[in-house]
């Protein structure tokens, strides 16, 4: 395993762009290959689980030496793929206050559409917060969903704080991003449900579809128009008068898991 000592190293410099979210060039496609770092032991073990080797493995060589966990994932990856960086370097690496030692280079994964759309999925709708949609991958996973697809406008499904808050979701479900999904709605063989304020029925007196596409629009402006002209069923969560509308997540897990509840596994 290589070591790295200086902030002059190309390859380390690559990574210090990569991980404070910028693009190569040649990347700025939306549908082309991008890079991007992941960070954390979970992460990282769970890509090489699920996923296969990464381009580039760094390692703290601090906490390398003492810790089991980090020397077992850097002894599953092929050494000349391995770094060793000064403890420094690691900690300028890091988006978190603590980090863990660890960081992978990857190419986030592009999926092909599929023909026809016959599962429960998840549909997102601009939503900006990256906060928002990792908690929404995350909800949609617990739920047994497995494809998400996502519109242009969407906060990135790899970028570092979506990933934190999505808590391993990337790795059990299909992501699709830059998606159109006006013209996805010619591939689905089930029914759209929207969430909506008006036009809208309440979700608990609403008869939920076994298998349905739930589009859940942005936080300020909700879902598309357009979009909600296609919606077989609008719903609704009941709340409590006078107070502001749920957090996209947290309305997204209730409508979730409310038709698990309907439709028992």
Known sequence: MKHISSRDNPVYKRVLRLASGKRE???GSAHGEHHIVLEGIHLCQAWLEHIGPPEQALFDAGRL???????????NIDSRLCLACEPRLMKALSQVEHG???CFVVAAPIPELPARIDNTCL???????????GTLLRTAAAAGINQAYLSAGCASAWSAKVLRSAQGAHFVMTIHEHTDLLALHKRLAIPLVATALESAHSLH??????????????E???????????????VFVPQAPGVESLN???AAGICLFEQRRQHPH
């Open 25 to 27: 060039i040649g990347e």
């Open 65 to 75: 030496e003492v810790n089991a966990e980090l020397n077992a994932l850097a002894q």
């Open 100 to 102: 863990q030692g660890v």
């Open 123 to 133: 549909w997102l709708d601009r939503i900006q917060d990256p906060g928002n949609v």
């Open 205 to 218: 007196q609403t008869s939920l579809p076994r298998a349905c596409a739930w589009v859940l629009g942005n």
């Open 220 to 234: 300020g402006q909700g879902v598309d128009p357009a979009l909600l002209t296609l919606a077989e069923k609008r």
């Open 248 to 250: 996209v997540a947290v």
